[in-house]
């Protein structure tokens, strides 16, 4: 996968996902004893799908642990990266700032 497609998925992923958070706190309003989390509606099957494939792609399969989740989900697509940053095994730290970053250490990582 090139970069380009690689950065583009990302952000399409991080678009889907802000407008899926927006949707939920719109329907908390009208729902108020609705709780948020449980107001999103359902498409977590094709997300999961997308990012088995990034993941597939990139050699980004490694049991529990995914450079490409930990990005979107703990890292919040890069915004969280000087709070959680990882480590090399040489106590390098891992840009992780933005998807071009997390394309360029999965590449570089390539066995």
Do not use: P
Request: aromatic fraction near 10%; glycine fraction near 4%.
């Amino acid at each position: 996968m090139n970069k380009d497609l690689f950065i583009e998925t990302i952000e399409k992923i991080k678009q889907q996902h802000l407008h899926d958070v927006k949707c939920s706190e719109l329907l908390n309003q009208v729902y108020s004893n609705g709780f948020q989390a449980n107001l999103m509606y359902e498409n977590h099957l094709l997300m999961n799908q997308v990012i088995k494939i990034l993941q597939v792609q990139m050699n980004d399969e490694n049991g529990h642990h995914s450079w490409i989740e930990y990005f979107l989900w703990e890292l919040d697509f890069g915004k969280k990266n000087k709070e959680l940053q990882a480590f090399r095994q040489d106590n390098s730290v891992i840009d992780l700032s933005d998807a071009g970053k997390l394309y360029d250490y999965l590449t570089e990582n390539i066995n």
